[in-house]
């Protein structure tokens, strides 16, 4: 069960650390307004996303990459808690709502849950 975790959060991880180069403005449009360089942020954090997945694709590099999965995404926890900040009910997107905002919020703890579980399960993890 350890290696599909393990995989799937690969996966999971490059796909969308390639998403921030394929769509770069929506990626922009979740860096917190008081950040100044959205734009740097974003490409950094594709390729710390890109380079995590690959840690996890290598058996050995599981424990090390589920860790810094889970400090990853962490890191994220501040434009989530922004949102919620900025949060109305009048917005447009979902994701600019109340509503939306805690599920940024929620979504992304189980995501830290998922990373920090690869990490505790693989050899030398825990």
Same mark, same amino acid.
């Given at each position: ?40 942020? /974003?490409? $950094?954090?594709?390729? !710390? ?5 690959? @840690? *996890?694709?290598? %058996?050995? #590099?599981?424990? =090390? ?15 989530? /808690?922004? $949102?919620?900040?900025? !949060? ?5 997107? @979902? *994701?600019?709502? %109340?509503? #939306?905002?805690? =599920? ?17 399960? $693989?050899?030398?993890?825990?």
């Amino acid at each position: 069960m350890h290696d599909i975790a393990a995989s799937a959060l690969a996966l999971f991880l490059i796909a969308v650390g390639a998403s921030h180069f394929l769509f770069p403005g929506y990626f922009r449009t979740l860096v917190p307004g008081w950040f100044p360089w959205a734009g740097p942020a /974003v490409a $950094a954090s594709g390729v !710390a996303e890109i380079l995590v997945g690959g @840690l *996890l694709v290598v %058996p050995g #590099g599981r424990a =090390a990459g589920g860790w810094a999965a889970a400090a990853l995404i962490t890191a994220y926890l501040a434009s989530h /808690v922004d $949102a919620l900040r900025h !949060a109305h009910r009048d917005r447009p997107r @979902l *994701l600019d709502r %109340p509503a #939306g905002a805690v =599920a940024r919020l929620v979504v992304n703890a189980a995501y830290i849950g998922w990373a920090v579980t690869v990490a505790l399960t $693989a050899p030398g993890g825990g």
